[in-house]
């Protein structure tokens, strides 16, 4: 069982920059590969970025690749996710997801474990 907590979300304007982190609880988090997950009002859940356990690899969506930048610090239990040039429609819900086995890392429905998620609002 691996409980996620997000945190770090806020209002800032359009170029600004942002730096969300996602603590997990459980003494298993560096055999789960990570994602990050964004939902505007009235859209599908959507794919942002991937970790692999153990950081030896990533992937991004394209509509952040360039700006957004995925971490993880296993002794600290915590991925990372450093937003920057953000822009209005970034504006949405921030999830992290935990997934323990193989599968497509954009999926959603291969993840695992969700936390609650926390606002990210770019203003213009």
């Known amino acids: 069982q691996v409980q996620l907590a997000e945190s770090g979300g806020g209002l800032v304007q359009a170029g600004g920059s942002l730096r969300l982190s996602c603590a997990a609880s459980?003494?298993?988090?560096?055999?789960?590969?990570m994602g990050w997950f964004r939902q505007a009002p009235g859209k599908e859940r959507e794919f942002v970025s991937y970790i692999r356990w153990d950081g030896g690899r990533t992937y991004y969506a394209d509509s952040v690749k360039g700006r957004f930048t995925i971490s993880r610090d296993n002794a600290k239990n915590t991925v990372y996710l450093q937003l920057n040039s953000l822009k209005p429609e970034d504006t949405a819900v921030y999830y992290c997801?935990?997934?323990?086995?193989?599968?497509?890392?954009?999926?959603?429905?291969?993840?695992?474990?969700w936390g609650q998620g926390t606002q990210v609002t770019v203003s213009s």
């Open positions: 459980g003494r298993t988090f560096s055999s789960y590969a």
């Open positions: 997801a935990a997934k323990r086995y193989s599968g497509s890392y954009y999926d959603k429905y291969q993840y695992d474990y």
